[in-house]
């Protein structure tokens, strides 16, 4: 194994007994015991984490970032901000070697959650095993308990997801961008219904958001810090700061946490 994989490998290793402790709610009570996070960045990077030791091994001794249907997804992601795809009942006749090794392995019955951001697009999948095949009652009726698991691990886990030792990370296979070229009529449609403020109805007041102050606060409610969010929109920390000021004044809270909350209430 090169010393890059062996690096970001041995990371995975270190903090999978703490994946699983933040994974104990999607066990007991969904039967969710498979967890996998990626994060594929603008500039070529992979960052990828799981909680299973074997398709740890499994993946960095072969290499595998990614499947052949999550290549031929990702494609159709050009206008939207989300996609969650099912996996199917079987990989049988699909010619997808990663598939193959997971269904070998036991680990089956799966949803693939893909999040678009500008810099980056983020992966969560969680699956079972292959008996459990009454599992996607949760994926078809319940998608807004792992939507709101996925805020919870972002929350609790963000001093995982954003080390600083730049070895962890792996060389990902996807050429930004990765996406197939919109059609003509759905590029007329974004033109025509560009948001420039976000509506937000709180306490009876009626508050507008404007855009910048709208990608602060997402990023923010990520678990990035305040620097942090400053360098990714290439802002300084004091005008995020003051985005924050204005959106207390606007909505009428006094702490960044209660913006937080709001945001949740009302955007994710």
């Known amino acids: 194994m090169q010393e890059k994989l062996l690096s970001a490998f041995n990371y995975s290793q270190s903090i999978r007994f703490e994946l699983e402790t933040l994974n104990k709610p999607l066990v007991d009570n969904l039967g969710v015991s498979f967890l996998a996070y990626r994060r594929f960045n603008k500039n070529g990077d992979l960052f990828y984490i799981f909680n299973n030791h074997s398709w740890m091994e499994h993946s960095f001794n072969n290499e595998c970032w990614t499947s052949v249907n999550f290549q031929k997804r990702i494609k159709s992601f050009p206008s939207k901000k989300s996609l969650n795809f099912v996996w199917p009942?079987?990989?049988?006749?699909?010619?997808?070697?990663?598939?193959?090794?997971?269904?070998?392995?036991?680990?089956?019955?799966?949803?693939?959650?893909?999040?678009?951001?500008?810099?980056?697009?983020?992966?969560?999948?969680?699956?079972?095993?292959?008996?459990?095949?009454?599992?996607?009652?949760?994926?078809?009726?319940?998608?807004?308990?792992?939507?709101?698991?996925?805020?919870?691990?972002?929350?609790?886990?963000?001093?995982?997801?954003?080390?600083?030792?730049?070895?962890?990370?792996?060389?990902?296979?996807?050429?930004?961008?990765?996406?197939?070229?919109?059609?003509?009529?759905?590029?007329?449609?974004?033109?025509?219904?560009?948001?420039?403020?976000?509506?937000?109805?709180?306490?009876?007041?009626?508050?507008?958001?404007?855009?910048?102050?709208?990608?602060?606060?997402?990023?923010?409610?990520?678990?990035?810090?305040?620097?942090?969010?400053?360098?990714?929109?290439?802002?300084?920390?004091?005008?995020?700061?003051?985005?924050?000021?204005?959106?207390k004044k606007k909505i009428d809270v006094h702490t960044i946490s209660a913006l937080v909350e709001i945001y949740k209430e009302n955007f994710l």
């Open 89 to 247: 009942t079987t990989p049988e006749g699909l010619n997808d070697p990663n598939y193959n090794a997971l269904y070998d392995l036991k680990i089956w019955n799966g949803i693939t959650m893909l999040r678009k951001h500008e810099e980056y697009i983020e992966s969560f999948a969680f699956c079972s095993d292959d008996l459990t095949t009454d599992i996607t009652d949760l994926y078809v009726n319940h998608i807004d308990l792992l939507e709101r698991y996925i805020s919870f691990f972002k929350y609790k886990a963000s001093h995982l997801l954003y080390p600083p030792d730049k070895n962890l990370l792996i060389k990902s296979p996807l050429n930004w961008p990765c996406f197939d070229e919109p059609s003509d009529k759905i590029k007329n449609f974004i033109d025509q219904t560009e948001v420039k403020k976000h509506f937000l109805a709180h306490k009876g007041s009626n508050v507008f958001i404007a855009k910048q102050e709208m990608k602060c606060l997402a990023l923010f409610c990520e678990g990035r810090k305040i620097k942090e969010v400053a360098n990714a929109l290439n802002l300084s920390p004091r005008t995020v700061e003051s985005y924050f000021n204005n959106l």
